[in-house]
T-cell receptor, first 115, second 113 residues
Framework: GAVVSQHPSWVICKSGTSVKIECRSL??????MFWYRQFPKQSLMLMAT?????????EQGVEKDKFLINHASLTLSTLTVTSAHPEDSSFYIC???????????FGSGTRLTVV | GNSVTQMEGPVTLSEEAFLTINCTYT??????LFWYVQYPGEGLQLLLKATKADDKGSNKGFEATYRKETTSFHLEKGSVQVSDSAVYFCALRYSYGNNRLAFGKGNQVVVIP
């Protein structure tokens, strides 16, 4: 079945630095990728939607300059958290789908801790 | 707008008990409906899905039927195991636009031996 690889699975960084999270579709071409943020014991909050070769569409309230999304190919999307602060600490999850997929396949998530 | 509502609170039950998690939705058009499961520290895994009214999705002993008349997609399992302990999310996929998913808040299920 469809597999999405997300890494790193966890990362600790210092406040003010940037962190890049990768999301790869391993056995299919993902025309659309989604990035979510999940707070403890809460549901997923959609941050942005990216389509290959075009700019990401950010949800209201999500800072596009802080959360940079690049979807340069049909198998790779990246989320860069720039100038990270402790309040950016969270669990980030990507999901990917193709025109042939009815549902979406999720990555295993990245636990970001900013100290 | 499109939204998904799940019953409040965690669900704690004994092994081999019957599990029901309620899910209702509000949507324009004809969305596809999904149940996802999340184990601790992991991403979401698709559990089952239904794409049109009266469809029944099933997997690993779990079932859910797409009920258009009651706008519901309740998840059921006849005999749960400890390994079913996880968080379960109901979701719908928009039938237009960018086809994104709208999630319910999720339900923590704890199965006690």
């Amino acid at each position: 079945g469809a597999v999405v690889s997300q890494h790193p699975s966890w990362v600790i960084c210092k406040s003010g630095t940037s962190v890049k999270i990768e999301c790869r579709s391993l056995d299919f071409q993902a025309t659309t990728m989604f990035w979510y943020r999940q707070f403890p014991k809460q549901s997923l909050m959609l941050m942005a939607t990216s389509n290959e070769g075009s700019k990401a569409t950010y949800e209201q309230g999500v800072e596009k300059d802080k959360f940079l999304i690049n979807h340069a190919s049909l198998t790779l999307s990246t989320l860069t958290v720039t100038s990270a602060h402790p309040e950016d600490s969270s669990f980030y999850i990507c999901s990917a789908g193709s025109d042939k997929e009815d549902g979406y396949t999720f990555g295993s998530g990245t636990r970001l801790t900013v100290v | 707008g499109n939204s998904v509502t799940q019953m409040e609170g965690p669900v704690t039950l004994s092994e081999e008990a019957f599990l029901t998690i309620n899910c209702t939705y509000t949507a324009t058009g004809y969305p596809s409906l999904f149940w996802y499961v999340q184990y601790p520290g992991e991403g979401l895994q698709l559990l089952l899905k239904a794409t049109k009214a009266d469809d029944k999705g099933s997997n690993k002993g779990f079932e859910a039927t797409y009920r258009k008349e009651t706008t519901s997609f309740h998840l059921e399992k006849g005999s749960v195991q400890v390994s079913d302990s996880a968080v379960y999310f109901c979701a719908l996929r928009y039938s237009y636009g960018n086809n994104r998913l709208a999630f319910g808040k999720g339900n923590q299920v704890v199965v006690i031996p």
